[in-house]
C-alpha cells in the first residue's frame, strides 16, 4: 500500500507543478481561486517589478544599421507569432524575409567593434531562418531551430537594442524539460514552442532596452 500511496503523491505533484495545471479546475477550487484573487495580483505586482532591465550596450547605432536591426527582429516576432499560432507557412515566409534582411545587410555602417560582434551572431541567424524557410510543412523542426534563434536574437538586442522595448520570456518545459527562451514584443506570455496546446506557460524574465 505504501508503494502505492507514494505513487500517487508524485503524480500529484508533477500535475501540481505543469504550466497549464490551472485549466481544469473543479466549483470548489475555482471558489477558493476567487477568495485568494487580491493574493495572486500582489504576487503578480511583485514579479513585475522583479523582471531585470537590460540597456543595450550600442544603443546609439548608424541609422541605416539600426533600421537594418529592427527590420530583424521584426522578422523574429514575426516568425514568433505564427509559432504560436502554430502556423508554419507563416513562419517560413518570416524566416525567409529575416535571411534577406541578414543577406542585405551593410557591414560597413558598423564600427569595427560592433562588426564583429554583430558578424559573431549573423551567420548562425542567417542559417536558423533558412531552415525555419524551408520548412513550413514541418513546424516541429521551425521551432527546434526558433529556439536558437532565439539566443542568438537576444545577444543582437542586448548588443543594438531593438528600436523598442523587448521582453525576454523562459519556458521551462521545452526541449525535455532543459527550458527554452524567446523574445517578445509584449509582456502577455503567448508561448511558441507549443502553441495553442500550453500558450501561456512561461515567465517573463527580462526587459531589453
Not at 487580491?38 to 550596450?57: C, F, M, R, S
Not at 532543459?178 to 527580462?206: F, H, Q, R
Amino acid at each position: 500500500m505504501k508503494k502505492y500511496r507514494f505513487a500517487a503523491i508524485a503524480i500529484a505533484l508533477v500535475i501540481f507543478s505543469a504550466c497549464n495545471s490551472h485549466d481544469n479546475k473543479s466549483p470548489e477550487s475555482k471558489g477558493m481561486d476567487n477568495k485568494k484573487t487580491d493574493t495572486a495580483q500582489q504576487a503578480a505586482a511583485t514579479n513585475e517589478k522583479e523582471v531585470k532591465v537590460i540597456t543595450a550596450i550600442y544603443p546609439q547605432l548608424d541609422a541605416g544599421a539600426a533600421a537594418s536591426i529592427k527590420a530583424i527582429v521584426d522578422h523574429y516576432l514575426h516568425i514568433k507569432n505564427a509559432l504560436t499560432s502554430d502556423n508554419g507557412s507563416e513562419a517560413a515566409g518570416g524566416g525567409k524575409a529575416m535571411e534577406e534582411v541578414i543577406r542585405k545587410m551593410d557591414k560597413s555602417l558598423f564600427t569595427v567593434e560592433q562588426k564583429k560582434i554583430y558578424d559573431n551572431i549573423a551567420e548562425d541567424l542567417q542559417e536558423h531562418a533558412e531552415h525555419i524557410g524551408k520548412n513550413g510543412d514541418n513546424v516541429k523542426h521551425q521551432r527546434e531551430h526558433f529556439a536558437m534563434m532565439s539566443d542568438d536574437v537576444y545577444d543582437l538586442v542586448k548588443a543594438f537594442g531593438a528600436g523598442r522595448p523587448i521582453y525576454q520570456d523562459h519556458c521551462p518545459m521545452y526541449n525535455e524539460g532543459k527550458g527554452a527562451i524567446w523574445l517578445s514584443e509584449s509582456k502577455e506570455i503567448k508561448n511558441p514552442y507549443y502553441g495553442n496546446k500550453m500558450i501561456t506557460c512561461g515567465s517573463v524574465e527580462e526587459m531589453l532596452r
